[in-house]
């Protein structure tokens, strides 16, 4: 059972992805208060890293890390979900200096959260995990974290994406 803060959290873990299965469409909040699908990224390869919020360190780390080491590749998106509002995202992309960075928010009614098995029913957050995806959208690699409080393993989802 995933914990989140020590404490043990419901997450509909039927619902999540795995090796060889299609990303699922979703329509998400940009920081503009647009919306996005996934649809605007087809015939990228594409990194989903999920974090419960952009304004602790773990979710900070991991949008930092993944933006730094794979953002300038080619053909490359790396997307950050949360259920923040846009505002916190584009608050925190500007304090960090990562003005192109793609976030995403959940906020409004959490549809991403349920569809991919990592909405924190308790507190209507998404529980950290990490999704690589080749251009076509088949999934290549995946981490869904059972202790949301500690990192992924960035090593290897790098890895993941460079082998596509």
């Not at 608050?91 to 098995?117: H, P, Q, T, V």
């Not at 202790?147 to 992924?152: E, G, K, Q, R, V």
Request: hydrophobic fraction near 40%.
């Amino acid at each position: 059972m995933p914990t989140f803060i020590g404490k043990p959290v419901t997450v509909a873990e039927d619902k999540q992805l795995q090796v060889g299965d299609t990303l699922r469409d979703f329509n998400l909040t940009t920081t503009d208060l647009t919306k996005k699908s996934l649809s605007e990224f087809d015939g990228k390869k594409k990194v989903i890293s999920i974090v419960p919020s952009i304004d602790t360190g773990i979710c900070s780390t991991q949008t930092r890390t993944f933006n730094k080491e794979l953002s300038e590749l080619d053909d490359t998106v790396v997307i950050t979900i949360s259920a923040d509002l846009p505002f916190a995202q584009a608050r925190w992309c500007g304090a960090e200096g990562l003005e192109n960075a793609i976030m995403l928010s959940d906020y409004y009614d959490n549809s991403f959260g349920k569809d991919y098995g990592v909405l924190i029913e308790e507190w209507h957050l998404l529980a950290r995990a990490v999704l690589v995806a080749d251009a076509d959208n088949k999934i290549t690699y995946v981490e869904y974290l059972d202790n949301i409080n500690t990192d992924p393993n960035y090593e290897a989802a790098v890895a993941a994406v460079k082998s596509l």
